[in-house]
């Protein structure tokens, strides 16, 4: 970490080409809703009735693999981490917290503004990203443990998802186990995910340059979670919830 911090006039360059790579995506409106379900889906939770194990487990899975926001979290997560079972650690504290309230969001229906709980979201992937840059350690004399931090973000990346959840009229017909089979299915898919991350960065820290682009990546990262954070912000002020 202080070797690419050591760096940051070779990474910076690489890094603005990030930045505005992702200052074109993000302003998109369907790319910005972290947690949207598609409207087919919709219909399918919506219309269906009993339970439907298989279809729940592939629509978590589905959200999973395709919500950028987790992922881009569960990058910065990962990042510097080399051994397995670090990783494991990080990843099982974040599935508990994203899976007690993914269920009990939808099951006890909490009612929290969307857009807050997304604009949170969006900070805790420019949360991590700032410490794996070394930001809290440069100008803080403590901070939150990263154990801590990750369950805690991971309480809040469940809510978001049990949000859009509570939108749609579900069937209250074997609820619960249709909501642990969807949870599995998230679990499913995260698993697909951050195999396929976990072999990225292995690939790329046997090459040179993965030191050297570390700040880069990581101030991609932390712009990538303040977008997020603003575009929330600002729609739930316009929307008149202030």
């Known amino acids: 970490m202080s070797e690419a911090c050591s760096r940051a006039s070779a990474c910076v360059p690489r890094g603005i080409y990030l930045v505005l790579l992702v200052l074109s995506i993000a302003f998109s409106t369907e790319l910005a809703l972290a947690h949207n379900i598609a409207t087919g889906d919709q219909v399918f939770f919506e219309q269906s009735k009993g339970s439907q194990v298989i279809p729940y487990m592939y629509f978590g899975a589905k959200h999973m693999v395709t919500g950028y926001d987790h992922l881009l979290y569960l990058a910065g997560v990962i990042f510097f981490l080399s051994r397995i079972r670090d990783v494991a650690l990080l990843v099982s504290l974040f599935a508990l917290g994203h899976s007690i ?16 709980v997304d604009a949170v979201i969006g900070l805790s992937v420019a949360y991590k990203a700032f ?85 880069a ?23 008149g919830k202030v």
């Open 217 to 239: 990546a990581n101030f991609l990262l932390m712009v990538a979670g303040f977008l997020l954070m603003g575009y929330q912000l600002s729609t739930y002020v316009l929307a």
């Open 101 to 116: 309230t993914l269920l009990a969001g939808v099951l006890a229906k909490w009612q929290v503004s969307p857009h807050l």
């Open 131 to 215: 410490e794996n840059l070394g930001g809290f350690r440069a100008f803080f004399s403590r901070w939150l443990d990263t154990r801590a931090a990750v369950f805690l973000f991971g309480l809040i990346h469940g809510l978001g998802l049990s949000t859009k959840l509570q939108d749609l009229a579900l069937s209250s017909e074997n609820l619960v186990t249709n909501m642990i089979s969807f949870n599995v299915g998230v679990e499913f898919g995260q698993l697909a995910a951050l195999s396929i991350l976990v072999f990225g960065f292995n690939l790329l820290r046997t090459s040179s340059q993965f030191q050297r682009n570390a700040l």
